[in-house]
């Protein structure tokens, strides 16, 4: 792995309360004592606690990101989330662009694009998420499908505007299914969104970008996908909600 710091980052999706996401909160911050040497760790909670949230681990090395945002600064759009209300609950990442959002909110890889957009204007960190279902893998078509979602969610942009970009390969067969893609099938994907980025934007981006792997990751097979060269951490869903496991996931 070329300098890439590792990335562990967790996503709450829509589970626990208020108090329960403080309490989970305190208690990673609580475990990630002391501090695990050369990995970036962030959690995603709902909105309504990021800021609580994000209050209790400000003195820790856990970074705080949301779901979603809206691309629009402020207005009149009832039930969105500015990137700006992100920033000032103490965000510093925001994941774009989730299967979930896909397949049931109507999200397009054009909305995505003005996403990302706005996150860079916001200085957030997008954690873009690509990935295909599974008919698309049975039909051979996991390529053509990372390469449209890719092509259209950063189109228009400069590879230094996207130097703070984390790609997130989430096979959509494998989130919440217990199905897993193995080590080598990660690494294929993540091997040809590499080169797609090194096409596409050259070399330096190529080189420092982060791809997560998402779907099903857990602490006993953390470590196989970790080896990977092409593999730079794990954007993990139900084993994240456990603090305990996480935490097991962040020290692999």
């Known amino acids: 792995m070329a300098d890439r710091t590792p990335m562990i980052a967790g996503n709450w999706k829509m589970y626990k309360t208020v108090p329960e996401a403080i309490e989970s909160a305190r208690k990673l911050a609580e475990l990630m004592l002391p501090?695990?040497?050369?990995?970036?760790?962030?959690?995603?909670?709902?909105?309504?606690?990021?800021?609580?949230?994000?209050?209790?681990?400000?003195?820790?090395?856990?970074?705080?990101?949301?779901?979603?945002?809206?691309?629009?600064?402020?207005?009149?759009f009832t039930g969105e989330v500015a990137p700006g209300m992100l920033v000032s609950s103490g965000c510093s990442h925001v994941i774009l662009g989730h299967s979930?959002?896909?397949?049931?909110?109507?999200?397009?890889?054009?909305?995505?694009?003005?996403?990302?957009?706005?996150?860079?204007?916001?200085?957030?960190?997008p954690v873009f998420c690509i990935g295909e279902t599974n008919d698309e893998r049975e039909q051979n078509k996991t390529f053509s499908v990372l390469d449209k979602q890719m092509e259209m969610g950063l189109l228009g942009f400069s590879a230094e505007a996207l130097d703070p970009l984390v790609l997130a390969y989430e096979?959509?067969?494998?989130?919440?299914?217990?199905?897993?893609?193995?080590?080598?099938?990660?690494?294929?994907?993540?091997?040809y969104l590499r080169q797609w980025v090194e096409k596409k934007f050259g070399n330096t981006l190529a080189k420092s970008i982060r791809i997560l792997y998402g779907g099903s990751v857990k602490p006993d097979n953390i470590r196989g996908l970790m080896a990977m060269p092409d593999i730079d951490?794990?954007?993990?869903?139900?084993?994240?909600?456990?603090?305990?496991?996480?935490?097991?996931?962040?020290r692999y």
Not at 186 to 191: C, G, I, P, S, T
Request: aromatic share 8%; net charge negative; with cysteine.
């Open 171 to 191: 096979p959509v067969w494998a989130i919440g299914t217990g199905k897993t893609a193995t080590s080598e099938q990660a690494q294929e994907v993540h091997a």
């Open 100 to 125: 979930e959002r896909r397949q049931f909110f109507g999200e397009t890889d054009q909305t995505i694009n003005r996403k990302i957009s706005a996150t860079l204007k916001n200085n957030l960190t």
């Open 35 to 76: 501090e695990p040497a050369g990995v970036e760790v962030m959690i995603a909670p709902a909105f309504p606690a990021l800021y609580p949230v994000g209050q209790i681990i400000s003195e820790s090395c856990v970074r705080l990101g949301a779901q979603n945002m809206y691309w629009e600064a402020e207005g009149a």
């Open 233 to 250: 951490g794990a954007l993990v869903g139900g084993a994240s909600l456990d603090p305990e496991s996480f935490a097991r996931i962040v």
